[in-house]
C-alpha cells in the first residue's frame, strides 16, 4: 500500500504538433486537495486527460495508487466539466449516477443490482438521495455539479480529479461544494482540482500547483504570497518591473 495516491513524473504531450505540456512533476497523497491553476490554454485539462489515459503522453510516468495509470483507471474519478455532461438526455438523477459504472455493464443487459446500490450510496455522500427521481434537466447548477461529484464516486476511486467544478457556482453553493470536497479528502480520498478561482482555491485546498505548460510551482497556498511566482506562471513578463 502507497499513500501516494497520484505520482507524475517527467510528463510531456504534444497535441497537432504542438508540445503542450513539457517535464511535469506532481504528487497528490492520500487525503491531500490540490488545486491546479494556469492561465487559459496552460495545460490543466490535458493533463488531466493524460492521467486518465484519454490522451498518450509523450514522455514520462503517470502512477495511481502504485500502478501504472493504464492498469488503475477503475481508481480514478472523473468530474467534467459541467457543460459536458448531456442535461438534456431524459433520465433521472440516479439513472446518471450510474452512467459511472456503464463501462461495466454488457451490452443491453440491466445494470446489475450493485450498480443501483453504488449509485445510492455515492447520491447520499453527497446529499441528493431525495431528488433521486429528478429528471437531471431541471437542476440547478450545483445540484449538477453534485451529481456529476456522485457520478465520479461511484467507482469509489482513490483518486478524484474535478476540472473547474467551480465555475458558475454562487457563493453559497461554493461553500457546500467545498464542504463535499473536504468531507471526500477526510475519507481519504486524493482530489486533484483545476480552477481559475482563486478564492476557492485557497479556501479549499492543501496545495497549489501553478501550471503553464510546467509546474512553475507547487506549495501550501500560504507559502504563494509572492506575486512574481504568479506573473510567471501566468507568463506576465515585465509586468513587475
Ligand atoms: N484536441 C486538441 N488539438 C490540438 N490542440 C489542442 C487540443 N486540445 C487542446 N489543445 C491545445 O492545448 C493547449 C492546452 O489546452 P488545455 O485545454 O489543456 O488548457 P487549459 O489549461 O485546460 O485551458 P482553460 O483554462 O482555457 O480550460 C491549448 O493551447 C489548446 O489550444
Same mark, same amino acid.
Given at each position: 500500500?502507497? /499513500?501516494?495516491?497520484?505520482?507524475?513524473?517527467?510528463?510531456?504531450?504534444?497535441?497537432?504538433?504542438?508540445?503542450?505540456?513539457?517535464?511535469?512533476?506532481?504528487?497528490?497523497?492520500?487525503?491531500?486537495?490540490?488545486?491546479?491553476?494556469?492561465?487559459?490554454?496552460?495545460?490543466?485539462?490535458?493533463? $488531466?486527460?493524460?492521467?486518465?489515459?484519454?490522451?498518450?503522453?509523450?514522455?514520462?510516468?503517470?502512477?495511481?495508487?502504485?500502478?501504472?495509470?493504464?492498469?488503475?483507471?477503475?481508481?480514478?474519478?472523473?468530474?467534467?466539466?459541467?457543460?459536458?455532461?448531456?442535461?438534456?438526455?431524459?433520465?433521472?438523477?440516479?439513472?446518471?449516477?450510474?452512467?459511472?459504472?456503464?463501462?461495466?455493464?454488457?451490452?443491453?443487459?440491466?445494470?446489475?443490482?450493485?450498480?443501483?446500490?453504488? #449509485?445510492?450510496?455515492?447520491?447520499?455522500?453527497?446529499?441528493?438521495?431525495?431528488?433521486?427521481?429528478?429528471?437531471?434537466?431541471?437542476?440547478?447548477?450545483?445540484?449538477?455539479?453534485?451529481? $456529476?461529484?456522485?457520478?465520479?464516486?461511484?467507482?469509489?476511486?482513490?483518486?478524484?480529479?474535478?476540472?473547474?467544478?467551480?465555475?458558475?457556482?454562487?457563493?453559497?453553493?461554493?461553500?457546500?461544494?467545498? /464542504?463535499?470536497?473536504?468531507?471526500?479528502?477526510?475519507?481519504?480520498?486524493?482530489?486533484?482540482?483545476?480552477?481559475?478561482?482563486?478564492? #476557492?482555491?485557497?479556501?479549499?485546498? /492543501?496545495?497549489?500547483?501553478?501550471?503553464?505548460?510546467?509546474?512553475?510551482?507547487?506549495?501550501?497556498?500560504?507559502?504563494?504570497?509572492?506575486?512574481?511566482?504568479?506573473?510567471?506562471?501566468?507568463?506576465?513578463?515585465?509586468?513587475?518591473?
Amino acid at each position: 500500500m502507497t /499513500d501516494t495516491a497520484l505520482l507524475v513524473r517527467g510528463v510531456a504531450a504534444r497535441l497537432a504538433g504542438r508540445d503542450v505540456l513539457t517535464d511535469v512533476d506532481l504528487a497528490v497523497h492520500a487525503g491531500e486537495i490540490v488545486a491546479l491553476i494556469g492561465p487559459n490554454g496552460a495545460g490543466k485539462t490535458t493533463l $488531466l486527460r493524460v492521467i486518465l489515459g484519454l490522451l498518450d503522453r509523450h514522455a514520462g510516468t503517470v502512477t495511481v495508487a502504485g500502478q501504472p495509470a493504464e492498469r488503475a483507471r477503475g481508481s480514478i474519478g472523473y468530474v467534467p466539466q459541467r457543460h459536458e455532461f448531456a442535461w438534456d438526455f431524459p433520465i433521472t438523477v440516479e439513472q446518471a449516477v450510474r452512467t459511472g459504472l456503464a463501462h461495466r455493464t454488457r451490452w443491453l443487459r440491466r445494470p446489475p443490482r450493485e450498480h443501483t446500490t453504488a #449509485a445510492r450510496a455515492a447520491l447520499d455522500r453527497v446529499g441528493m438521495t431525495e431528488l433521486r427521481h429528478r429528471p437531471v434537466g431541471e437542476l440547478s447548477g450545483g445540484q449538477r455539479q453534485r451529481v $456529476l461529484v456522485a457520478r465520479a464516486l461511484v467507482l469509489q476511486p482513490a483518486l478524484l480529479l474535478l476540472d473547474e467544478p467551480f465555475t458558475g457556482l454562487d457563493q453559497p453553493t461554493q461553500t457546500v461544494l467545498t /464542504d463535499l470536497l473536504r468531507r471526500l479528502a477526510g475519507d481519504g480520498t486524493a482530489l486533484l482540482v483545476t480552477t481559475h478561482d482563486h478564492t #476557492a482555491a485557497n479556501r479549499l485546498c /492543501d496545495r497549489i500547483c501553478l501550471l503553464n505548460r510546467t509546474v512553475i510551482a507547487d506549495a501550501a497556498p500560504d507559502e504563494l504570497r509572492d506575486p512574481a511566482v504568479w506573473l510567471r506562471a501566468f507568463g506576465v513578463t515585465g509586468a513587475a518591473s
